[in-house]
């Protein structure tokens, strides 16, 4: 149990700002606009390394440098003590970040946030038109 948080502190890391495509590359995102998810969380990063088999721990109290008001990092083992991956299809960092933002929209989280927005919307319009009648008069 002792010897687990050493190996933690040598695992790669994954801060949410990588995959986000609301950011630019100056405000430290990796990969193209195209490939990247809007607003990514630590948890749905968590999720999926958890579904894609790769070890992983989350650290909600650490914060992304160029940004210390982005809370949260995830590390992440590719491969195993005796070198072999733990995903023969992720092979590296970027590959992973990749997948991650792939997988990210189809979360269960966010597919549940999608459909009351939907919704909300058209309620929220009328509503508004509504207020200004009353405002008018």
Not at 125 to 135: A, C, I, N
Request: glycine residues 8%.
């Amino acid at each position: 149990m002792q010897g687990e948080p050493l190996n933690i502190k040598k695992w790669n890391i994954i801060y949410p700002v990588y995959i986000n495509s609301k950011k630019t590359v100056a405000e430290g995102r990796r990969i193209s606009t195209a490939k990247a998810c809007e607003n990514p969380t630590c948890i749905e990063i968590g999720d999926c390394c958890n579904y894609l088999k790769i070890p992983f721990a989350i650290e909600l109290d650490k914060a992304y440098p160029r940004d210390f008001m982005q809370r949260g990092r995830v590390r992440f083992q590719l491969k195993k003590e005796d070198g072999s991956l733990w995903n023969p299809e992720i092979g590296s960092k970027k590959q992973l970040m990749l997948r991650v933002a792939e997988l990210i929209p189809k979360h269960q989280g966010r597919m549940k946030k999608q459909e009351p927005a939907a919704n909300t919307t058209t309620t929220a319009g009328s509503s508004k038109s509504g207020k200004g009648g009353k405002k008018k008069k």
